[in-house]
């Protein structure tokens, strides 16, 4: 690839720069579609003559349409974007990025998206896309995969299509949790996730959190036991890692949790554990389901987790060594990287 690259760029040094452009305008377009103009120009910052110049381009090859409620990709476009994908990231300095969080965060697969979660829906779905191509990749028959609850993982189940070389694979929720939102609980997005998938999917039905008495007796169900040995067993976790207290508010935690987190100092929340800075367990939630260091056993521990806010939240979470997958974003990547200000 290298090679190529490098003969390309002295027979045609503008080459590379108008194939990045181009497939930055048609990702775009795919991503807001339909949209103006104006607004295309706007978002990816580029002077609106120069737009108007490489729409006219990709109108004229039918990568594109414009009708008056703006500008959608036709299939052609969408074919080209699919097979420009991994390409353009060959191409780009995420390679550099992606290796310099692996280092840092000692992991074995780092994917990083452009753009930064926290201020664009589109970066979110990116991340999405990234962890379905990157379970298509690993995944084979009559597996299980566990997946936790949160907006990270429902943009997942958004993105999700029918896996090749996979089938009867089937998905469980990895805790309880029907104290949240249903759209963010997993056993919501388990289903979702199957269903696009053409896979199965199991259900657990139990409140998060719970009390010691009652999570003693729930375990001892047979219907719960049998869908926790599913779990326990799983070679591959999907999960998103959240603010300590953004998550905790979330959950209507009482005012004497909330102190606990204070005082402990606690950074993020992940499987209902709450950690400092150095990753040490501040407060863990009991709840149903997979357990911190049940990790250890998975194949592929994958988190989902983006946006700059995110990354003290993050950096703290990897501090357990948990999980050997990171899918993020380019401004949680950039904020990772400035080390002392985390």
Known sequence: MKDLLDIQEKLYPDLLDIMQKRYKILHYIQMMQP????????????KERVVRSEIEFLSKHGFI????????????????????SSFMSEISEF?????????????????????????????????????????SSILTSNQTIAVTGGTSMAEVANQMKPLEHAANCTFVPARGGLGEQVENQANTICAQMAKKANGNYRMLYVPDP???????SIIEEPAIKDILEMIHDTKIVLHSIGDAFTMAKRRKASEQVLNKLRS????SEAFGYYLDEQGKVVYKVRTVGMQ??????????????GGSSKAKAIQSYFKQGKSNVLITDEAAAQELLKGSSL
Do not use: P
């Open 292 to 305: 911190l260091e049940e990790l250890e056993k998975a194949q592929y521990v994958i988190a989902v987790a």
């Open 210 to 216: 719970l009390s010691e008495e009652t999570y003693h």
């Open 95 to 135: 390679r550099v990025l992606e290796s310099q969080i692996k280092d840092k965060l000692q992991l074995e697969h780092v994917i990083i998206v452009s753009g930064n979660s926290d201020t664009q829906l589109s970066v979110k779905q990116d991340m999405g896309k990234a962890c379905v191509q990157f379970l």
């Open 65 to 84: 349409m414009v009708t008056s409620k703006g500008m959608q990709v036709t299939d052609e476009g969408d074919t080209i974007i699919e097979k420009l």
């Open 35 to 46: 949209i103006g103009r104006r607004s295309l120009a706007d978002n990816i910052k580029l």
């Open 264 to 267: 402990g100092n606690a950074v």
